[in-house]
């Protein structure tokens, strides 16, 4: 789907929306959530309506539509919200992912967009301390971070 404008948003029939709004967070209760507090007045409006605390279940189904860290996927969002991870920082990525993932039994997630691969690799290293089910509560914020930059693509004013 090609960018809305904030009126088409607004005014749109729910189910031609879904698909646009299951790409920024593939959570079901999200898409809803951010569906029922239409009309939006301004685009801010509509960016804070995405902030729902996700629950574990929820969290562990949205990411398995991510890439980890540091694997460069073939197109969509995460290629160009990873770019800041060259293949150097990649190749130090799999280790550290391997290293989580055996801890946590999941993905590493982080908003990646605008940080460089030392930076993303940092706060791996760091989250490698923090109990799961924190860990998990860390993850679920960071999902809902990557869907309002992925819906303020999306949706223009």
């Known amino acids: 789907m090609s960018e809305l404008r904030l009126t088409e948003f607004n005014s ?10 299951t790409s920024c967070l593939a959570v079901p209760r999200w898409v809803e959530h951010v569906l029922a507090g239409r009309p939006y007045g301004d685009r ?8 729902l605390v996700l629950r574990p ?3 562990h189904i949205a990411m398995a539509e991510h890439p980890r860290i540091g694997e460069k996927p073939a197109s969509g969002a995460s290629r160009t919200e990873q770019s800041g991870v060259d293949d150097e920082a990649a190749r130090r990525f799999r280790a550290a992912n391997a290293a989580y993932e055996d801890r946590f039994g999941h993905v590493f997630l982080v908003c990646a ?13 760091k989250r490698l301390g923090n109990d799961p089910e924190t860990e998990l509560a860390i993850a679920g914020e960071e999902l809902v971070k990557i869907a309002r930059l992925r819906l303020e693509k999306a949706v223009a004013e």
């Open 44 to 51: 801010s409006a509509l960016l804070a309506a995405t902030n």
């Open 113 to 125: 967009s605008g940080r460089s691969g030392e930076e993303l690799l940092e706060i791996l290293r």
């Open 57 to 59: 279940d929820e969290i």
């Open 12 to 21: 749109a029939d729910p189910d031609r929306l879904r698909p646009l709004l």
